[in-house]
């Protein structure tokens, strides 16, 4: 009887939190969340299938052959009579690789306070708990080129000098355990040219004296925002990452010594020049280096969407990847193409809630196929079997509030 109330208690506070929501006035709280789910099938047979090259992030629309939800509270605790605020907020989530998130578990994503409007902190505030942490994303990829996401404490957005200065200090990233303590800076808002300014990051990893074979880490990242390019905004970053800091931001696998280095270089943009007429595009490359050799991921995609009305929109995604391996031989290769015909709620480029029907072709060689998971799409035991090519259709939905 324990148990099962220990597996119902998630649900059961998401339920009593949106319950809450459907008639809290934004005063007394916010309920926000994120979720994607579609159902789709291949021109070889069964379920949908989704095409990425090895280890490495791929486009991302009509293929995605997972489902994914994370619903979110976010409430002021208290308010002191001299304004302070002290805010709480609670996210569980759900994932599954497959289409199906009926049995899936809920856990919790973020479980933190904010201590806001301190008569010491000149408007930076003061957090403690699990969080997800400076994570821009290139959406196009789902791809988050820094992921600070953890368990700890610190000061974000504290006036200082021409920028504002935050630092979070972590114990076990959420998405593994590891025995290391992780020191993250950032230094934002600088600015640099008209409408544009630099964020600076660095991530410092300090391993436990206990962990026999451990190593410390770090990483750094230099990212140029640029505002009001083509009715939308373009991001270049330069980053690189050592030992445990080769999962920018965050804490990687601190086995890992000092001779496994990272290096990034990216562009990405996403437009809005008519109201009609909006986009994203992204350049990429990334070279880690090791005593084992050097492997090279190199991406270039394009999405325009054009909307034929204020509820219908036409999308075309293109994307290559690219890996020239670290032992040597023919480099790996991918092409996708997506067609989606879409529903939205309104014309631009970022507005959700999405419904998709959608085509997508894919081609890769023989050097993909030959590294790719055995049974995995791409891989000469997968659905297509020996074939380099391949269909996929299905619809999707995707929103966020």
């Given at each position: 009887m324990k148990n099962c109330i220990l597996k119902t208690l998630p649900a059961a506070l998401i339920l009593a939190l949106s319950a809450g929501t459907a008639f809290a006035s934004d005063a007394e709280g916010e309920f926000h969340g994120y979720f994607r789910a579609g159902v789709g099938t291949n021109s070889a047979k069964g379920e949908q299938a989704c095409y990425g090259l090895e280890g490495v992030a791929k486009y991302r629309l009509g293929n995605e052959c997972d489902s994914d939800g994370e619903f979110g509270y976010t409430k002021e605790l208290l308010k002191a009579s001299n304004g302070a605020s002290f805010v709480g907020t609670f996210w569980a989530?759900?994932?599954?690789p497959t289409s199906d998130i009926g049995n899936e578990k809920l856990s919790v994503a973020q479980m933190f306070v904010e201590a806001k409007n301190l008569d010491f902190m000149h408007g930076g505030v003061v957090w403690i708990g699990k969080r997800y942490y400076n994570r821009p994303d290139i959406h196009m990829l789902d791809f988050k080129y820094l992921h600070g996401d953890g368990v700890g404490g610190g000061v974000t957005g504290l006036p200082l000098g021409v920028g504002k200065f935050s630092y979070g200090l972590f114990r076990n990233d959420i998405d593994k355990q590891v025995s290391a303590t992780r020191h993250s800076f950032s230094y934002d808002g600088v600015a640099v040219n008209t409408d544009g300014s630099l964020k600076f990051d660095v991530?410092?990893?300090n391993k436990d004296a206990s962990v026999e074979g451990a190593h410390n880490g770090w990483s750094a990242s230099l990212i140029h925002i640029q505002d009001k390019v083509l009715g939308g905004d373009n991001k270049f970053g330069v980053q690189y990452g050592v030992g445990a800091g080769i999962k920018i931001g965050g804490t990687g696998d601190i086995m890992l010594g000092s001779d496994v280095k990272r290096t990034?270089?990216?562009?990405?943009?996403?437009?809005?020049?008519?109201?009609?007429?909006?986009?994203?595009a992204v350049a990429l490359v990334q070279k880690d280096k090791s005593n084992a050799g050097s492997q090279t991921w190199t991406s270039v995609g394009v999405r325009p969407v054009y909307a034929l009305s204020d509820n219908l929109k036409l999308q075309l995604e293109v994307g290559h990847d690219r890996i020239k391996p670290a032992g040597g031989g023919e480099t790996q290769q991918l092409t996708k193409v997506t067609f989606a015909p879409t529903i939205a709620a309104a014309k631009g480029f970022w507005s959700r809630p999405e419904l998709r029907a959608f085509l997508t072709y894919a081609k890769w060689n023989s050097a993909a196929q030959a590294s790719a998971t055995m049974g995995s799409t791409l891989s000469s035991s997968g659905v297509f079997g020996g074939n380099t090519n391949g269909t996929s259709a299905g619809l999707q939905v995707e929103a966020w509030w």
């Open positions: 989530a759900a994932y599954t991530s410092l990893i990034r270089v990216f562009d990405t943009i996403a437009w809005q020049v008519t109201p009609e007429f909006g986009g994203s």
